[in-house]
Nanobody
């Protein structure tokens, strides 16, 4: 069984910074792609950032230059550093990992979500 546990959300004023983390545990062969999504109230879930196993990254236009995704393969963890936060960044942030299991079957796993609120 694979579990993803997120941490690091919270409340911050506009212009502030937060870092959210997501760690995978359980039995698996490895992890391919890792990503962060977010979902604001009454909106669809959207992709924020993605990082491949080769550490290539891609970002939503709305966060480019402000957010940085990174990964620690030794600890099966993905991070999202968020700087210059804006009220429109307020959402529940979810991590997703492409976990390589037995027989090299790849399955998607999601974290439980962590709330990020940007407000003055």
């Amino acid at each position: 069984q694979v579990q993803l546990v997120e941490s690091g959300g919270g409340s911050v004023q506009p212009g502030g910074s937060l870092r959210v983390s997501c760690a995978a545990s359980g039995s698996f062969y490895g992890i391919s792609g890792m990503a962060w999504y977010r979902q604001a109230p009454e909106k669809v879930r959207e992709l924020v950032a993605v990082i491949t196993s080769g550490r290539s990254t891609n970002y939503a236009d709305s966060v480019k230059g402000r957010f940085t995704i990174s990964r620690d393969n030794n600890n099966n963890t993905v991070y999202l550093q968020m700087n210059n936060l804006k009220p429109e960044d307020t959402a529940v942030y979810y991590c997703k990992m492409e976990v390589i299991g037995s027989r090299l079957v790849v399955s998607d796993y999601w974290g439980q979500g962590t709330q990020v609120t940007v407000s003055s």
